[in-house]
């Protein structure tokens, strides 16, 4: 038998949300070279995840940007130091040789890093699965929208009631050849402007509906129509090529709790320097928790930046903790 892919880098990164995307930038500007996993796969994080179409405002000289373009933004500022990413695969099991991090991925590769820093927000989310049609999900189902773009000219159905569902049908609909939206419940949960936007739109909606049935080419993943079932009992047919089930996530730490780090609730414990209790393990971002501690991507990037320094000195003892300034062309 084959042995399991190896990678070694100098800094492992947990987690490719903002917190994690920039410290592929800090890390790179503190010259060492990274590797950064996520379970998820895109990168983005919550932003990603939870609410791509919405505009930020609370980030530093950005007077508002859409998150997806945030998340692009951090992700070509980091490329300048030409992070791998692997995406779409959970870090199950840290232990350690000769002092040094050694993280295996849910695929068997192993990451040698000579410190890793955790930046798993808070944690693995798991999207509330739609109650039938499962055998679609990867092809003609997904739980969340990596690029727009691909429903260009498409019939898309969208599931749910909150902002994902309601953000996702105002971004297809000038897109996408149809847009039906199917919330199970009378009322939606997102904000009032953007579902006014929406029923501006051409999106059809229904309410007190469910998805009940799937059908197409499944061993082709070509999706054809979905049957919906009101309260009343009626079935309506709507032509889809693609399923979107924004039903939301659970998020949990998941293998994280088996690490042995300090944790309280679902916050990971770190001093000053945003070490844990663990040797060359960091943490940063929403991940963390300390009196204190306020949850927002401002905070998790001091952190990250704080770690990645701390990290630089760690490995190279030789180098001073303050990186110098950028403008420096360092
Ligand atoms: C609707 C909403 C609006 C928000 N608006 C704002 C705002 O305006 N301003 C603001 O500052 N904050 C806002 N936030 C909060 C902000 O999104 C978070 O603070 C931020 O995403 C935290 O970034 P992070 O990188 O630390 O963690 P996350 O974004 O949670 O990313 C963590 C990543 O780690 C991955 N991961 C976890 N465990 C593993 C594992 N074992 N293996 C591999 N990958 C793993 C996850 O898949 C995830 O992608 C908002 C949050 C929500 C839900």
Known sequence: MAAPPSISTDVLIVGAGPTGLYGAYYAGFRGLSTVVVDVLPALGGQVTALYPEKEIRDVAAIPAIRGRDFVSALEAQAAAFDPTYLLGRQAVRLTHSDGEPVVTLDDGTVVRARAVVLTAGIGTPTPRPLPCGDEWAGTALSYFVVD???HTDRDVVIVGGGDSALDWADALGSIARSVTLVHRRAAFRGHAATLARVRAGSTSIHVD???VRLDGDLESGTLAKVTLRGRNGDETVVAADHVIAALGFISDLGPLRDWGL???GRSVTVDRSMRTNLPRVYAAGDLTG????VKLMSVG??????AMNHVAVDLDPDLTLFPGHSTDGV
């Open 262 to 264: 300090e944790l309280k």
């Open 290 to 293: 300390y009196d204190g501690k």
């Open 148 to 150: 727009p773009a691909v």
């Open 301 to 306: 990037f001091g952190e990250v930046a704080t």
């Open 209 to 211: 509906t469910e998805v």
